[in-house]
């Protein structure tokens, strides 16, 4: 049986704050038909001070389609990611959530960082993180980007949508300071646990301004 990967982004009004945080502290991870979810908070940037109260998303991997009434209810915005998992490495609390298929996607693609930080090292990582959120930011063919986390420290994640393979794969390889910050992490041993996984993006359905959409795709692909 296929397996369906979806992310579910939601942003609230200020005045549900309270409830979407209780909503996380107490939401099932689990229900009939679910592998692995997770729930998260989620940043503007990706240091620790960079929370937003008012968005939170949570990914899914289910044999059927999964929805959150609960969620929509207190919701001014959402939006839903259908994902195929393209590759996957590494561990999300000692489990491996994705299947990857190893296919090559032609179109738009997703990529997902997990990690859960040593505490020791938390300040040196967090020293090189603006260097490489300064690049992200102009990086060509970057369409989205948020932080997300289970917590709001220790627990460090990042989505970004990309255009192509093609551009994911110039960012992450050609732009230096990303490139450092790539050699360092095995000598800096930042990361007590650490996923990173990449997902064709098969739907997008909702409102994209949710996700930090930075462009209209089109426009994008005509430049």
Request: hydrophobic letters at 40%.
């Amino acid at each position: 049986m296929t397996e369906r990967v979806s992310l579910h982004v939601w942003r609230v009004p200020r005045h549900a704050v309270a409830q979407a945080m209780l909503r996380m502290g107490f939401a099932r991870r689990y229900r009939p038909g679910v592998r692995f979810a997770k729930f998260l908070g989620t940043s503007h940037g990706f240091g620790p001070g960079d929370a937003d109260l008012t968005r939170y998303a949570a990914i899914t991997v289910s044999d059927r389609p999964v929805s959150f009434p609960s969620w929509d209810r207190i919701a001014a915005h959402r939006a839903r990611l259908d994902l195929e998992p393209l590759v996957s490495r590494g561990e999300w609390s000692g489990r491996s959530p994705f299947q990857p298929t190893g296919r090559r996607a032609d179109g738009m693609v997703l990529a997902l960082t997990r990690a859960r930080l040593r505490p020791t090292r938390a300040v040196r990582f967090w020293r090189a993180i603006p260097a490489v959120e300064r690049e992200v930011a102009g990086a060509p063919g970057l369409l989205a980007r948020f932080g997300v986390g289970e917590a709001p420290i220790g627990w460090q994640g990042t989505v970004s949508v990309w255009r192509s393979t093609t551009d994911l794969t110039a960012f992450a390889y050609r732009q230096p300071q990303h490139r450092a910050a790539i050699a360092r992490t095995p000598a800096d041993r930042w990361y007590a646990e650490e996923l990173f996984a990449r997902f064709a993006v098969q739907d997008i359905s909702g409102d994209r301004s949710v996700l930090g959409w930075t462009a209209d795709e089109k426009e994008r692909t005509e430049r």
